[in-house]
């Protein structure tokens, strides 16, 4: 196996990670519900105003995975990290990949003095499950998640 490099994104790594938030989207079952372009994504986190940061893992010359986060506030915490995703190629999950980019986003949160992290994951998603129960996440079933559809103007 290769070794492993997680560094911070860049422009150029857009169009694989599009390809794995694809990847990601035909395992959770909804292959049909990325509709952001590849312009946009790319302006979002290398434009004027960037909302999201992530950190890739490359083999070989190839990104294998990648973890994007974007600051929340809470106004009873503070600045806390939102990881919105984290995903790692089929292939190349059960070689701690995952642990890699997720271990990266911890020290980048203490770092940057954020007073916590949170994320969403399905509750059918066990793999999932079982990787975040190793770093002592708490999972909270009392919030519903809520959303509203807008189309840009």
């Not at 035909?26 to 986190?45: I, L, Y």
């Not at 911890?106 to 975040?132: C, H, R």
Request: aromatic share 14%; glycine share 8%.
């Amino acid at each position: 196996m290769p070794d492993i490099i997680i560094r911070p994104a860049t422009a150029k790594d857009c169009p694989a990670m599009m390809e794995l938030i694809k990847e990601l989207a035909v395992f959770e079952q909804a292959p049909d519900e990325v509709t952001v372009s590849p312009e946009h994504f790319r302006e979002s986190g290398f434009g004027d105003n960037p909302v999201w940061w992530a950190y890739v893992a490359e083999a070989g010359g190839n990104i294998v995975g990648f973890a994007l986060y974007y600051v929340r506030y809470s106004t009873w915490k503070g600045q806390r990290m939102y990881l919105e995703d984290i995903i790692v190629n089929e292939p190349w999950r059960g070689k701690g990949i995952g642990k890699l980019l997720m271990d990266k986003l911890i020290e980048v949160a203490t770092e940057k003095k954020f007073t916590g992290m949170m994320w969403q994951v399905l509750d059918w998603n066990e793999p999932a499950i079982n990787f975040y129960k190793r770093y002592n996440a708490r999972f909270d079933g009392e919030w519903v998640n809520v959303s509203i559809e807008l189309t840009p103007g």
